[in-house]
């Protein structure tokens, strides 16, 4: 089977295509090289691109204009409270991560501290960063499924997040996600969320996500 992508061609003995997002399994995304894998996001830029710790290259469509105004919305907010405390970095959904299970994921949003982000070579900056951010924001968007969401919200507690959020807007529901404790349910977009001691006196106004 051919998948044509872009500028990146490849023939895959397997390919399970699911009604959002396609999944890319077999030897050759098996044997593909961090650089290798690099060039193909770089290659395919109007795609949403991860790879995980089983090594297949799992391809999402692009959001739609309120999932992207939604997830603007919350990078604005962690933004300016960056800008004004300065404690570390914040990224957008388009920023790869390379993370300590071998995996390449892209939160919507995310954050690290000046500390981790200042081991990192030149070099390392340039591509996808190999370290887990300590802080994420995972967005629903009409074409999620919110229980492969909440799994990947405990790989980045794995991986060695701090502190991660998982937020529906259709429903007006937050998820709280802490190493070793339950996760904890927030109820009405009329909250705030508490940035705890990850991202000291930050508050995600939830009033602002709703349309």
């Not at 691109?49 to 090594?55: F, L, P, Q, S, T």
């Not at 982000?117 to 390392?124: D, K, P, V």
């Not at 999620?144 to 980045?156: G, N, P, S």
Request: overall charge negative; hydrophobic content about 35%.
């Amino acid at each position: 089977m051919t998948k044509d992508k872009g500028l990146a061609t490849i023939e895959l003995p397997y390919s399970m295509e699911m009604e959002h997002y396609l999944v890319l399994r077999g030897r050759q995304m098996h044997q593909m090289t961090d650089e290798e894998f690099y060039r193909f996001c770089q290659d395919n830029r109007d795609l949403r691109i991860e790879r995980n710790e089983h090594r297949e290259i799992i391809i999402m469509s692009p959001t739609g204009s309120l999932s992207g105004y939604l997830n603007a919305e919350i990078l604005r907010q962690l933004a300016n409270w960056n800008i004004e405390h300065k404690l570390g970095k914040t990224f957008d959904s388009s920023t790869g991560f390379k993370l300590p299970d071998g995996s390449n994921r892209s939160p919507d949003a995310a954050w690290v501290s000046n500390e981790a982000w200042n081991q990192l070579s030149e070099a390392e900056k340039r591509k996808f960063a190999p370290l887990c951010p300590e802080f994420v924001v995972e967005l629903k968007s009409d074409t999620d499924d919110i229980a492969d969401l909440k799994k990947k919200m405990q790989m980045w507690l794995i991986n060695g997040c701090q502190l991660a959020w998982l937020i529906d807007p259709d429903e007006e529901k937050a998820y709280v996600y802490r190493p070793d404790r339950a996760v904890e349910l927030v109820e009405g977009f009329d909250q705030t969320l508490s940035g705890e001691d990850v991202l000291p006196k930050f508050s995600l106004h939830l009033s602002l996500l709703t349309d």
